[in-house]
């Protein structure tokens, strides 16, 4: 005969060994949506690095354009101006020749010789050298500014490079995953309850059995 005593340990191990149940299965569920947020989470990450990566290699390409281009139109403006010089010395050389050709028959007409004509004709080389002189200087200059330029173009290209790969230079790591939930015992509370159960009923019988001796001595 079960000891009304073991009746209310016993439910209330049934009813610990349910909530350490139920308790598990919602740690668990818990546990499992925790591990699904965290790889959609990484998911989503990977995706927008290497959307970054793509526009990275974009960037890159579209910045060495871009100087490419810089850099040719400074040279071909550099090439021009050396062409430019070559004519109008080729120019400036057939004016001085004939320049020098129109003083010796402009003296030998009105019959200046000697020194004269030697001053003229010097006057008239030294104009062709000056001219030549300022257009060497020209050229210089151009040649300094177009290696300025070439030098802001080449500065920009690389904080223009730095500034994208700094978008890529960290590769993503995925987060430490939580860790898992630590379950109850199911088995165990329901031992143990069940245990207390057994005792209580051990002692409720014990006081019967006590009872009813003490009763039939009477």
Known sequence: ?????????????????????????????NYEHQLKVRERKWMQTRTTYKTKKVQFEQEVDQANIAAQRAYSRTQQQLNNARSSAILQN?????????????IEAS???????????????????????MSQAMRSRGLTQAGYQ????MGDVNRQLKSTLNQSFGRVAIQPVQDIAPP????????????????????AGIEGNSDINQNWFTSKKE
Do not use: H, W, Y
């Open 90 to 102: 080729q120019e400036d050389f057939k004016k001085m020749l004939s320049n020098e050709g129109m």
């Open 146 to 149: 177009a290696k300025e330029v």
């Open 107 to 129: 003296a030998a007409e009105r019959g200046i010789r000697g020194r004269s004509v030697a001053r003229l004709l010097v006057m008239n080389s030294q104009n062709f050298g």
């Open 180 to 199: 898992p939930p630590v379950m109850q015992n199911v088995g165990l509370t329901l031992m143990l309850g069940m245990g207390q159960a057994i005792g």
């Open 1 to 29: 005969m079960c000891s009304p005593a073991a009746i209310g340990p016993a439910l209330g191990a049934v009813g610990s060994a349910a909530s350490a149940s139920a308790a598990n299965k919602a740690a668990r569920r």
